[in-house]
């Protein structure tokens, strides 16, 4: 998007749906990290927002797809600005997940609260989530500037998120297995774990879509993962 | 990235424009050429700095419709029209009418580049002279500045002014045409295939200007271009057999039209 088009609106059509991503992004990214807080804090009151912010999310994200169904339809853009329209309407669909994802983690703040788990665990469970934020905070400055390299980096990096959360899962086990009355609450701790793993993956998913609208090209390879978590607890030979 | 105001987000995305003010309202048009009826009850209204398209194939009455809108039609003969046209809830064909005068308020740009054989600044100043707008030498040349400014040829233009209009390249010539008519200050302007003739990156600069101009005028254009109705316009107006079939925002024309025949046409699909 270096250059401007001859025909000035559809540069503002662009410029539009570019700064709605943004808007979306910084909702998403505030929903993720009070979820969290509400979650560590049993904080009720934050929680009870974050859940109703996600209409937010989810009405921008149709307002961004029906303004790049009628870009489409009028400016018939091809190259990079079919890309970056086409993207856009990806982003939006990871976005609004990942505000999804922050009020699920928001709607399990109540049944954790009665729980007495230790400060250790919810150590573990923030930085989990720090790690899945720095993501989507880095993917939606590279949404920003659109480096490539970057965007490959923060996929590189998607699979430290995964091994963080084999861990949790690990941790959330052996707290299950001394006592059964943890059982509720771990089990609501690990969907939790998982929806921030899952936040990570959206952020890749975006990541990927960047690299795409900017080079044209799919990224190289298979995603870097490491989901050791699908074994745990498996019997070895 | 700079946050617009709304009013300025709404003007640049084009928001729809149906409930702007009316500028024209065509009431039971119809046209005869003889015995042959070109048009069927048209029922069209022009809203007031808006950019409205007609589209459809080739002979269903688009540019028959725009020509009534300033009495391009009374030129020819066996030519009848019945129904009722106003330019701000006045009867344009009220035998009171002075045409020469409604024509300065309703101008038009032609499919071929026509400048007359003279200087480009004659080709400005023309219309302007003949409807008395200059008193002086320097309100002329204040005129013909602005109007090329408008139309976006002053800095390629501004340095050859004692030169042939017929010089220019044809998409710089269509714009003088367009400067011609932004000239005596029309209210209206009425474009009949105004990038026909011209290449692609000649096409977009005039789509730009008509972009621009809309702040100031009421423009209808006639295109069969329906990719560039879409691109220019804010309402679509969409004619077959002498019909109207179909008149919404170009939003709502181009993603979700309300009349099976218009969706067909603009897919290609007619049948």
Known sequence: ????????????????????????????????????????????????????EDAILDDAEKQINEKAIVTIARRQPVASDL????????????????????????????????????????????????????????VLDVYASRSVEKANSIRERDSEIDAIYTSLFRELLTYMMEDPRNITPCTHLLFCAKNIERIGDHATNIAETIFYMATGAQPEGERPKDDSANTVGALAD | MNMMSEAAVEKALDKNMSDAPLKMIGKDVSVYYGEKRALFDVNLNVRKNTVTALIGPSGCGKSTFLRTLNRMNDTIDGCRITGKITLDNADIYDPSVDVVELRARVGMVFQKPNPFPKSIYENIAYGPRIHG?????????????????????????????????????????????????????????????????????????????????????????????????????QRTAMFHLGNLVEENDTDKMFTNPDDQRTQDYIMGRFG
């Open chain 1, 83 to 138: 890309r970056e329209i086409m993207g856009a309407i990806r982003i939006a669909a990871d976005l609004e997940r990942v505000g999804d994802l922050g009020k699920n983690n928001a709607k399990r703040v109540i049944a954790v609260a009665n729980a007495t788990l230790p400060r250790q665990l919810s150590r573990g469970l923030e930085h989990l989530a720090e790690l899945a934020l720095m993501q989507l905070k880095e």
């Open chain 2, 133 to 233: 707008l200059a008193k002086t030498k320097a309100d002329m040349d204040r005129i013909v500045e602005s109007s090329l400014q408008r139309a976006g040829l002053w800095n390629e233009a501004k340095d050859r002014l004692q030169e042939p209009g017929t010089g220019l390249s044809g998409g710089q010539q269509q714009r003088l045409c367009i400067a011609r008519a932004v000239a005596v200050s029309p209210e209206v302007i009425l474009m009949d295939e105004p990038c026909s003739a011209l290449d692609p990156i000649a096409t977009a600069k005039v789509e730009e200007l008509i972009h621009e101009l809309r702040t100031n005028f009421t423009i209808v254009i006639v295109t069969h271009s329906m990719q560039q109705a879409a691109r220019v316009s």
């Open chain 1, 1 to 52: 998007m270096s250059s401007t088009h001859i025909y000035t609106p559809f540069d503002e059509e662009l410029k539009y749906l570019a700064r709605r991503i943004s808007e979306m992004g910084g909702i998403a990214e505030q929903m993720v990290a009070d979820s969290v807080r509400a979650l560590v804090n049993s904080d009720f009151a934050l929680a009870q927002k974050v859940i109703s």
